[in-house]
């Protein structure tokens, strides 16, 4: 099977957010486009601190109902791609607040709130015949920072060839929500925003 250039799908995604017939579709386009850079706010991080010692007896009940809220974001970021691959786009925007970014560094731009957001996967997930990631390493790093790369397996739409790619994924937490995701095709770059941000926000 041959392997398709990353640049062909890219061309082929524009050509169809920007040259459809339908007035639906370009509709949808006008929906998503790309924010400007900068254009964003930034995101405040919002963590729960961890009481002091005391010396009167511990309330077990207490510290246990609160640590049973407390996200599993590993968990979250493995059924966010199981989600993916099952082309469930709901349970994917169930984690993305109203004010959520997602940040492709200038291969489609940057997508502000749920709208832009869902409309961009919409359209990229419907280039391709199959779809399927594949996790190759997760990590939290604290102070609500994941780090995954993923090996991404693509057919697009009428071609019997493959794109085949690793990226890392960048994601900040806000209370168990995407508060941004950031696509990093070079690895180690992406590892160390990653490092960077977990350390900014201890």
Request: glycine share 8%.
């Amino acid at each position: 099977m041959t392997a398709l250039a990353l640049q062909d799908v890219e061309v082929a995604v524009r050509s169809r957010l920007a040259s459809s017939d339908r007035a639906e579709h370009k509709r949808k386009a006008r929906r998503f486009l790309p924010v400007r850079d900068g254009g964003s706010e930034a995101l405040d991080q919002l963590f729960l601190s961890s009481a002091p010692l005391q010396t009167r007896p511990r309330d077990t009940h207490r510290v246990m109902a609160e640590e049973s809220t407390t996200p599993d974001l590993v968990e979250l970021v493995r059924r966010q791609l199981e989600a993916v691959n099952r082309r469930d786009l709901d349970a994917v925007m169930s984690l993305c607040p109203p004010d959520g970014v997602y940040d492709t560094r200038g291969a489609f731009g940057v997508y502000e709130g749920t709208v832009a957001i869902r409309g961009f996967l919409e359209e990229w997930w419907g280039t391709f015949a199959e779809l399927r990631f594949e996790l190759e390493e997760l990590l939290d790093l604290g102070n609500g920072v994941t780090f995954s790369v993923v090996r991404e397996d693509a057919r697009p739409v009428g071609s019997t060839g493959y794109v085949r790619r690793r990226e890392a994924y960048v994601i900040e937490w806000v209370e168990g929500m995407v508060a941004r995701l950031t696509v990093y095709d070079d690895i180690e770059e992406g590892r160390a925003a990653a490092e960077r941000l977990a350390k900014e926000g201890g």
